[in-house]
């Protein structure tokens, strides 16, 4: 096992190369960049993009036109001197190729700089951000597992009867739900949009939550915390279940089940003694890489909503705003988050069920 780990270890450093080479070169081609940003910011135009937009704006049209003589849009007028300050104080007096090794070499080392506009270091920020984007992911995830395999395994036991049947159409309908429109349906019934005011409408935690005491703490932190659960859980519930239900399905027509039952083992023994490990393996080594989906797939509409101020804005705030360390550091530690735990799925395969050999599975 070890040397499978190494390899899949050594792997991460190409997949990280390969997502930070894309999406530089990506960036190379967008319009609007950290220098035009800084541009529209000291002439008060607050945002470059306003520019690129055309419209009515006669003005903003006659001086884009007219500013043939600058390589940014919007620079006309500024001394070429506070241009190359800003091109040296953003990096972009470089070649890109030096650029994206400068990138690699201290992400390397992970230092992931400052961010352009805020004056603060990316870990910082990430730090700060952190427990907001965890809280979501991993209480979405909890919640998901603990409806969803007691449901799958009762469903598999009562296969093809009404309880199947109608549950899972609940499921499917919840699945096609998208979570954006689930999120905004909460926020109309139970936070004060037309009908009750039950939930707060945005934060984590209340005004005074410094004030409160331990006990009361916990229960603000779960009355806040509440809707954007449901909200990000609501598309977990049809996936783990109809996997727990199809793989107790698979395990109770092998034959060691049928062999069990013919010692006669009661029903409840069969199920949990001998054909639960075999059929939550998959289940239960693949939660990692639920939470990780979790984590990232719903975390920007959901914090939006509900003005959550946690990961998912942050990183789209920064790219409208084309604050590349924050981009390409955030991107950084979760597509290396992402690759570890593949790696860390993998483990939890073998801790499962140590019959699985991976080592030999590649040989």
């Known amino acids: 096992m070890a040397p499978y780990i190494l390899r899949r270890l050594l792997l991460v450093i190409p997949t990280l190369l390969g997502i930070l080479l894309v999406n530089f070169t990506l960036t190379q081609f967008v319009p609007g960049g950290p220098v035009e940003q800084a541009i529209a910011r000291a002439q008060g135009g607050g945002d470059v993009f306003g520019g690129f937009a055309g419209g009515n704006n006669d003005a903003g049209q006659d001086e884009l036109n007219t500013a043939s003589d600058s390589t940014y849009v919007g620079a006309r007028g500024l001394p070429p001197e506070f241009i190359a300050e800003l ?36 870990i910082d920020l990430v730090i700060e951000k952190l427990p907001v984007s965890v809280s979501l992911g991993l209480w979405s995830t909890l919640i998901a597992y603990l409806v969803s395999i007691p449901l799958g395994i009762r469903k598999a036991v009562m296969d093809g009867t009404p309880f199947d049947t109608w549950t899972s159409g609940a499921i499917i309908a919840a699945y096609a739900i998208p979570g954006f429109l689930f999120a905004i349906l909460l926020l109309v019934l139970f936070a004060g949009g037309s009908y009750y005011q039950i939930f707060p409408l945005r934060g984590l935690t209340s005004d005074n939550f410094d004030e409160l005491s331990a006990l009361g703490k916990v229960a603000d932190y779960f009355w806040h915390i509440t809707l954007p659960v449901l909200a990000g859980t609501i598309g977990a519930f049809a996936t783990l279940t109809l996997l727990t239900k199809n ?10 089940v049928m062999t069990a ?3 006669g083992l009661s029903e409840r023994r069969v199920l949990y003694g001998h054909v639960f490990r ?15 989906g979790v984590f990232f797939g719903g975390s920007l509409i959901i914090e939006t909503i509900f003005s959550l101020d946690g990961l998912g804005r942050l990183g789209f705030e920064a790219a409208v705003a084309r604050d590349y360390p924050i981009v390409f550091g955030t991107l950084y530690i979760f597509g290396l988050m992402g690759l570890l735990v593949g790696i860390l799925s993998d483990l939890m395969y073998v801790l499962v069920d140590p019959r699985i050999d991976f080592e030999r599975r590649e040989g």
């Open 261 to 263: 039952r013919a010692k």
């Open 247 to 256: 793989s107790f399905l698979d395990e109770i027509k092998k034959l060691y």
């Open 87 to 122: 091109e040296r104080e953003f990096g972009f007096d470089k070649p890109p190729v030096q650029r994206f090794l400068n990138m690699v070499w201290n992400y390397a080392r992970f230092d992931f700089g400052e961010s352009y506009f805020r004056s603060i270091g990316v």
């Open 278 to 292: 075999n059929a939550m393996l998959i289940v239960i080594a693949g939660f990692p890489a639920v939470f990780i």
